[in-house]
């Protein structure tokens, strides 16, 4: 009875100790991120030095006090004892390291305000659990969470420092949070010349944020530092990251960050290597340019630091450099089923192959290890990408590349413009020098986009797949689809129709409003700009950084509608009728 009361108290002081850490990170990040966005007077830069290492004291202690109280509670009460104790450790780290400079010699303040930023962060994330507390449906919260992060972005975006030259205006900064957060790619700066390295810092972290959800961010820290998940928030995110079963959703989670970060490290490295320090005025700039675009492209996002981007003097010829970024944004478009799917097949392999070799043990065959929905995304994905690279290398080797010396330069780069269009926005070609015959392919690509599951944009190859499919079955003269020895329910393909549909209207009211605000400008570029806008693929005939403020704003929805999903929007704002145990007749419609 006793320790029971012992550890309600303790209990009661953590979370006073918690809500007085995120209040006091909170300030510390605000104050953080307006002393680095504005030029500040010597003497208030010499008293913000002094008031933030105070207050990296005292969140110290606070943390050591809380890490303490975790071994005072019983084991089964408290499960996130390690990671704060972790944290803890970090802080106390650096205080030593300020004393006694045993890791950084020069006392860099950006550990200090990585150490105010993950309190924040992991404090938040503990928070944004309680959201199974209000009736929000996941749907209207997924939508909210991406609102809320164009809102910071373009308050961040809006802070002097961000640009080398004049602030942005309000609609430009919430041009460029949209596109960084709906990770499409299209600027009306240029990001290389006129962003300073803190905005493109914000670009990037914004990129990251929106290509894999600040819902799966705060659901990763909230996990480890909270303790555990809810049912309630079990099922929750069971729906944002459409798992089927309630007790997979934990180990997707922590798959889809591990998996991000895996492959954009690796894709850092990888770019890294391909492309000369020489380039480049430090080591330093050379290693934000590999991370940049490594995060760039796996979220297939279309930003670039480098100015006219890939198509640079610099870059434009780097096969290297180019496959690496094409195998970053197919891995980021597949979508994380399909990854996990063949990461599970080729382990079976191995194993399987290690204990033929080694035990001498026969060959375990389990049917169905890559399910259905990945068969049908990597079939559709893989026919896409082959006809893409023909199409364009047959239409383009005698005109805009021409100029590669080798059939296989040409070959790779037809391979590139023939996947950047299923939304990752970077090219190594000026899409105005493509035939027109080519920009209709590019845009039948952009329309159809990436697979479900993924950081792409687009009706998604699934939505096309059975739309294709549909067209045989009625070919044929079959009531139903049929593939790979399974049927797709009807459900499917009415979701697959209705998403086509609103597609076509989006694209089209968006044609429709640039023609009225931009009627000036080559329609061919309005069209292009408006099928890459709502499929948030970021490839742009260069009209976009002249477009009318109207303009602008019609491309700031077209955005944010692709990225969140038109049926989506339906599906959180229209009142669902309840089910009725009656039928009309049917009846044939005439076609």
């Known amino acids: 009875m006793r320790q029971d009361t012992n550890d309600t108290k303790i209990t009661r002081l953590r979370k006073r100790i918690d809500w007085l850490l995120l209040y006091l990170s909170l300030g510390c990040a605000i104050a953080i991120l307006a002393h680095t966005g504005y030029q500040e007077h010597f003497y208030l830069d010499n008293w913000f030095n002094q008031g933030i290492i105070v207050l990296f004291y005292c969140i110290t202690c606070v943390l050591c006090i809380r890490a303490v109280s975790n071994f005072l509670v019983r084991k089964s009460l408290l499960k996130s004892r390690y990671p704060e104790l972790a944290l803890a450790l970090y802080f106390i780290l650096i205080i030593l390291d300020r004393q006694f400079h045993l890791l950084f010699p020069y006392n860099d303040p950006a550990w200090v305000y990585l150490g105010f ?140 960050i591990f998996v991000t970060l895996l492959f954009e490290a690796i894709g850092a490295i990888l770019i890294f290597q391909s492309t000369s320090d020489k380039l480049f005025p430090s080591v330093h700039d050379h290693f934000f340019f590999a991370v940049f675009h490594a995060i760039s492209a796996f979220c297939n996002a279309g930003f670039s630091t480098v100015r006219d981007g890939l198509y640079h003097p610099s870059l434009r010829f780097n096969s290297s450099l180019h496959m690496v970024l094409a195998l970053l944004f197919i891995l980021g478009g597949l979508g994380f089923t399909i990854v996990f799917n063949t990461f599970t097949f080729i382990k079976r392999w191995i194993k399987n192959f290690y204990f033929k070799l080694v035990h001498h043990r026969p060959f375990k065959y389990r049917p169905w290890v890559i399910n259905f929905n990945a068969r049908l995304i990597g079939y559709t994905s893989l026919f896409l990408l082959v006809l893409g690279t023909l199409a364009i290398f047959i239409l383009e080797s005698g005109h805009s590349l021409s100029h590669y010396d080798t059939t296989w330069a040409k070959l790779i780069d037809a391979f590139f413009i023939g996947a950047t269009p299923r939304s990752a926005g970077l090219s190594p070609i000026d899409p105005n020098t493509l035939r027109l015959s080519s920009i209709f392919i590019l845009l039948w690509l952009m329309w159809i986009g990436a697979s479900p599951g993924s950081t792409g944009g687009g009706i998604k190859t699934t939505t096309f797949a059975v739309a294709t499919l549909n067209l045989f079955s009625l070919a044929k003269g079959k009531d139903h689809i049929e593939i790979f020895r399974r049927g797709i329910s009807r459900d499917s393909v009415r979701r697959a129709f209705a998403v086509i549909a609103l597609s076509i209207i989006g694209i089209g009211l968006c044609i429709f409003g640039l023609t009225l605000t931009d009627g000036d400008k080559n329609p061919i570029a309005l069209v292009f700009e408006s099928f890459s806008a709502y499929n948030t693929v970021g490839l742009s005939m260069g009209i976009t950084s002249t477009l009318t403020r109207g303009g602008r704003i019609i491309l700031i929805l077209a955005m944010f509608i692709g990225r969140v999903g038109a049926l989506t929007l339906l599906l959180a704002f229209i009142k669902k009728r309840p089910l009725q145990n009656y039928r009309y007749p049917e009846e044939n419609i005439l076609f």
């Open 117 to 256: 930023f993950a309190v924040f962060i992991v404090e938040l994330s503990k928070n944004v659990l309680f959201f199974d507390r209000f009736y929000f449906s996941p749907t209207l919260l997924f939508i909210i969470s991406f609102l809320f992060m164009i809102f910071i972005g373009t308050v961040l975006l809006l802070l002097p420092n961000v640009m080398v030259g004049p602030p942005l205006n309000f609609v430009d900064a919430l041009f460029m949070a949209t596109s960084a957060v709906c990770i499409t790619g299209l600027t009306v700066v240029d990001v290389s010349a006129d962003f300073t390295s803190f905005g493109q810092t914000i670009l990037i972290v914004l990129v990251q944020l929106g290509g894999l959800g600040i819902m799966t961010f705060t659901g990763f820290f909230g996990y480890f530092f909270s303790g555990g998940f809810s049912y309630k928030n079990q099922l929750m995110y069971t729906e944002l990251l459409g798992e089927k079963k309630l007790n997979s959703v934990i180990g997707t989670l922590l798959k889809i």
